[in-house]
Nanobody
Framework: QVQLVESGGGSVQAGGSLRLSCAAS????????ITWFRQAPGKEREFVGT????????DYADSVKGRFTISRDNAKNTVYLQMNSLKPEDTAVYLC??????????WGQGTQVTVSS
């Protein structure tokens, strides 16, 4: 069992930065790739990016590539999503998940990110 808790969301102006954290409980955290998703009001949940178990491989959605960076610290059971050059269209609830974009085992509760123009 893995429990995930996101933090770090908030409101920021366009062009600004935020760093989200996904803290996990459970001794098996390092056994899972971790994936970030987001869901904007009235829209379907979409893939943001993923990091493999060891942290040496990442993949991103085209919409965030070059602006967002995922990292993980397995010693701290935490994954980070560094978001730079934020745009209003990045406004959404951001969720982390244990698993891949196609196979999620555990979800966090989400954290709100609001980007104003």
């Amino acid at each position: 069992q893995v429990q995930l808790v996101e933090s770090g969301g908030g409101s920021v102006q366009a062009g600004g930065s935020l760093r989200l954290s996904c803290a996990a409980s459970g001794r098996t955290f390092s056994s899972y790739p971790i994936t970030w998703f987001r869901q904007a009001p009235g829209k379907e949940r979409e893939f943001v990016g993923t990091i493999n178990r060891s942290g040496d491989s990442r993949d991103y959605a085209d919409s965030v590539k070059g602006r967002f960076t995922i990292s993980r610290d397995n010693a701290k059971n935490t994954v980070y999503l560094q978001m730079n050059s934020l745009k209003p269209e990045d406004t959404a609830v951001y969720l982390c998940a244990a698993g891949t974009r196609n196979a999620v085992y555990y979800w966090g509760q989400g954290t709100q990110v609001t980007v104003s123009s």
